[in-house]
C-alpha cells in the first residue's frame, strides 16, 4: 500500500510565504526515479499543475503562474517533497494537492497530464488574503 498526504496548508497574508509537504509512505523501498508534482484548483477553475520534481536528477520544472516563487524539493526526509511557496497573492488560493508515480522521466518533464499520477493526496487548503 502507498500513501500520498500533504499538509501546511493554512492561511497567510498577501505577501507572505507557506511551505506546503507531501509525505509518502507504505511499502517503497524509497522515491528515487519517482516523479512528484503540485496541483492546485480553486472553485470552479479546472485543476492546474504548477510544479514538478524529478528525483532520479533533482530535476524541477515549473508553470509560468508560479516560476520564481514556488520552489519544489526534497526535504531532509526522503520521502518528503516540499511546495515553498513565496510571495504569494490571492491568486493562490485553492486547493493544493501531491501526486506522485513512478513511470520515469519521460512521464516527468513538462507534463501534468493528471492521468499519469498513480498516487495522489487529499489535499490541503490554501488561503491568501490582503
Known amino acids: 500500500q502507498v500513501q500520498v498526504a500533504e499538509s501546511g496548508g493554512g492561511s497567510a497574508q498577501a505577501g507572505g510565504s507557506l511551505r506546503l509537504a507531501c509525505v509518502t509512505s507504505g511499502t517503497i523501498e524509497s522515491v528515487y526515479d519517482w516523479c512528484f508534482a503540485w496541483f492546485r484548483q480553486a472553485p470552479g477553475k479546472p485543476r492546474e499543475g504548477l510544479a514538478l520534481l524529478y528525483t532520479g536528477s533533482n530535476r524541477t520544472y515549473y508553470t509560468d503562474d508560479v516560476k520564481g516563487r514556488f520552489t519544489i524539493s526534497q526535504a531532509n526526509a526522503e520521502n518528503t517533497v516540499d511546495l515553498r511557496m513565496d510571495n504569494l497573492n490571492a491568486g493562490d488560493t485553492a486547493m493544493y494537492y501531491c501526486?506522485?508515480?513512478?513511470?520515469?522521466?519521460?512521464?516527468?518533464?513538462?507534463?501534468?497530464?493528471?492521468?499519469?499520477?498513480?498516487?495522489w493526496g487529499q489535499g490541503t487548503q490554501v488561503t491568501v488574503s490582503s
Open positions: 501526486a506522485a508515480h513512478r513511470r520515469g522521466f519521460a512521464f516527468c518533464y513538462t507534463t501534468f497530464d493528471q492521468s499519469d499520477f498513480t498516487f
